[in-house]
């Protein structure tokens, strides 16, 4: 079975543009959750979806946000990046709705110049 | 905001010996998860405990829970090169929290030949 697919790998963007950054999960997974990690602040948790619906955010600006489609596939979009937002930015997936252990896939590694 | 404590920071053993590292956290749990980390590649989850149990293992992992004292320990036994990596806990909250995921600030392992 596949596991979690985040493309791009790599993103290299500028001040004040926006990116949009795509996860495969596990087939049969519904839920899918988003991270960032940065040195500074560690792993923080941005937001879950489970059926197409966000059941969770964590505490990040409203420019970033995100979406689930039909097919449990998830993107997320960080509008007008800042310098800050250069990170690795992690896409997890999880078979049922709740308290169970999380698949991550291989991140994409955002650097904003 | 992260959910609590790694200790120690980082730790550097050599090959063959036991690697013990403990997380703490401040707030009440459904489970407790430990995950890897290599060169800041995706996270592989190692193993999940739930706050009614105390000591669960899985090859040469063995992880226990103090949910009175809201602190956890991974063991590894018998330490290889290929077990150098980060290591993160990270708590899922009690009903209703998905599976949002808060982790602590992670231990480096360094096992030296």
């Known amino acids: 079975k596949a596991g979690v697919t985040q493309t791009p790998r790599y993103l290299i963007k500028t001040r004040g543009q926006q990116v949009t950054l795509s996860c495969s999960p596990i087939s049969g997974h519904r839920s899918v959750s988003w991270y960032q990690q940065t040195p500074g602040q560690g792993l923080q948790f941005l937001f879950e979806y489970f059926s197409e619906t966000q059941r969770n955010k964590g505490n990040f600006p409203g420019r970033f946000s995100g979406r689930q489609f039909s097919n449990s596939r998830s993107e997320m979009n960080v509008s007008t990046l800042e310098l800050g937002d250069s990170a690795l930015y992690l896409c997890a997936s999880s078979l049922v709705v709740s308290n169970t252990e999380a698949f991550f896939g291989q991140g994409t590694r955002l650097t904003v110049v | 905001s992260q959910q609590g404590e790694e200790d120690p920071q980082a730790l550097s053993i050599q090959e063959g010996e036991n690697a013990t590292m403990n997380c703490s956290y401040k707030t009440s749990i459904n489970n407790l998860q430990w995950y890897r980390q290599n060169s800041g590649r995706g996270l592989v989850h190692l193993i999940l405990?739930?706050?009614?149990?105390r000591e669960k293992h899985s090859g040469r992992l063995r992880v226990t829970l103090d949910t009175s004292k809201k602190s956890s320990s991974l063991l590894i036994t018998a330490s290889r090169a290929a077990d150098t990596a980060s290591y993160f806990c990270?708590?899922?909250?009690?009903?209703?929290?998905?599976?949002?995921?808060?982790f602590g600030t992670g231990t480096q392992l360094k096992v030296e030949l």
């Open positions: 990270a708590t899922a909250g009690l009903t209703g929290g998905g599976n949002k995921l808060t």
């Open positions: 405990i739930r706050s009614n149990e």
